[in-house]
């Protein structure tokens, strides 16, 4: 009885220094609130490096342990990012905050466009263009996603349709490689595409005789229950799986097949010898569609961005913090090596919301803030 009452003394203690705390807190708060307006006044940026660094080495001075220095150091950390999130909420509602130059439009154009996809007839990338666009547009292949790039950026088309994430395999990492590669195009709108791979091959074969299957490493990894449960059929991965559809038709060989769309084998005059082979059935690819204008819409709900930080303990979980701040959903998040500085690594993130919101525009003026790079990608809707 005499150490439970032992116990809640301590706990009346850590309760009257908490509240303690929490009204030098709001004193403290409110002197930042001072800080932004004067900032206002005089143009001054909101992250002054040098002061932090040195209010991190004071306070720091006052301890005595390596513990108790690290703690007093990574709680006053968390105090002045808090204190800039605030400051930047100031200064967006006078008008100084984050500007992502992108032109809002009632709707984004395609009546007349012409269209890029990565493949041949019956490629997944042709299906969700064909979707986006509808059959009537102008429908063009390429060899590479590069290729397709190249084709906008050189004003030889005006959009191009790009596989981005499969639900079932993942996310298709070359891509955003490659959007690193071009920062004049920008995502204006994405595709869900539900693909079901059918196996095919030419009159007479049969699943039994098969030594071959040719498609996409992508599809192939969303076929390996079927792969596994023929081992003795040879996986082979190829550029695209209207290209594996139309390689078959051309060998006629009966020990071959593909697995690619239903509609590539009734273009390419082939049999299907097994209907979703795939091991998910709600398996779907999210496609993009990318353009030369920075352009978003009023109901677009998605910004995609991508940035890169110090490398550095604590700077991505400091930067994600902006995000639960302002109440900003993340949607997705990757990360990519950056070729120039080996394990080092630039970050990939979908949020939930368009660049008119407020809160977002907090979020990413303090994002901003404390990281080294910042590119917004595209925010977009669903077609």
């Known amino acids: 009885m005499e150490e439970k009452n032992a116990l809640l003394k301590i706990r009346d203690q850590l309760d009257v220094l908490d509240y303690q705390i929490t009204e030098l807190y709001k004193q403290r708060m409110d002197l930042c609130e001072k800080v932004a307006e004067y900032k206002i006044e005089t143009g001054?940026?909101?992250?002054?490096?040098?002061?932090?660094?040195?209010?991190?080495?004071?306070?720091?001075?006052?301890?005595?342990?390596?513990?108790?220095?690290?703690?007093?150091?990574?709680?006053?950390?968390?105090?002045?990012?808090?204190?800039?999130?605030?400051?930047?909420?100031?200064?967006?509602?006078?008008?100084?905050?984050?500007?992502?130059?992108?032109?809002?439009?009632?709707?984004?154009?395609?009546?007349?466009?012409r269209v890029v996809y990565q493949g041949v007839e019956g490629a997944y990338a042709h299906l969700a263009a064909r979707q986006c666009f509808g059959t009537e547009t102008a429908l063009r292949h390429v060899k590479t996603w590069k290729d397709a790039m190249d084709e906008v950026v050189e004003e030889q088309a005006d959009y191009a349709v790009l596989p981005i994430e499969n639900s079932s395999h993942g996310a298709v990492s070359d891509i955003f490689d490659l959007l690193v590669r071009y920062p004049s195009l920008a995502i204006v709108e994405e595709v869900d595409l539900h693909v079901a791979h059918a196996l095919m091959s030419v009159a007479g074969a049969s699943v039994?005789?098969?030594?071959?299957?040719?498609?996409?490493?992508?599809?192939?990894?969303?076929?390996?229950?079927?792969?596994?449960?023929?081992?003795?059929?040879?996986?082979?991965?190829?550029?695209?799986?209207?290209?594996?559809?139309?390689?078959?038709?051309?060998?006629?060989?009966?020990?071959?097949?593909?697995?690619?769309?239903?509609?590539?084998?009734?273009?390419?005059?082939?049999?299907?010898?097994?209907h979703g082979v795939n091991q998910e059935k709600s398996n779907t690819t999210r496609f993009i569609v990318l353009g030369r204008e920075r352009v978003y819409t009023a109901d677009a709900e998605k910004i995609s961005i991508c940035f890169e930080t110090a490398h550095?303990?604590?700077?991505?979980?400091?930067?994600?913090?902006?995000?639960?701040?302002?109440?900003?959903?993340?949607?997705?998040?990757?990360?990519?090596?950056?070729?120039?500085?080996?394990?080092?690594?630039?970050?990939?993130?979908?949020?939930?919301?368009?660049?008119?919101?407020?809160?977002v525009i907090n979020a990413l003026a303090g994002l901003e803030d404390q990281i080294t790079s910042l590119r917004i990608l595209g925010n977009y809707g669903k077609e």
């Open 208 to 274: 039994d005789g098969l030594k071959r299957i040719y498609s996409h490493p992508q599809a192939l990894g969303q076929c390996a229950a079927f792969l596994e449960a023929h081992p003795e059929i040879e996986a082979v991965p190829v550029l695209n799986t209207a290209v594996a559809a139309a390689y078959v038709r051309d060998h006629q060989d009966p020990c071959s097949a593909a697995l690619a769309s239903e509609l590539s084998a009734e273009l390419y005059g082939l049999t299907i010898l097994q």
């Open 312 to 359: 550095k303990p604590g700077t991505l979980y400091n930067a994600l913090g902006n995000f639960i701040f302002n109440d900003v959903n993340m949607l997705m998040i990757q990360s990519r090596p950056i070729q120039e500085k080996p394990f080092e690594y630039r970050f990939f993130v979908d949020l939930e919301g368009n660049l008119s919101m407020p809160n």
């Open 44 to 113: 001054k940026a909101v992250f002054d490096p040098v002061r932090e660094a040195q209010k991190l080495d004071t306070v720091q001075s006052y301890f005595d342990t390596d513990f108790d220095r690290k703690a007093i150091r990574e709680l006053y950390q968390q105090m002045m990012t808090i204190s800039r999130r605030r400051q930047f909420g100031i200064l967006s509602a006078h008008g100084k905050s984050f500007h992502a130059d992108f032109e809002k439009l009632d709707a984004i154009p395609k009546s007349g466009k």
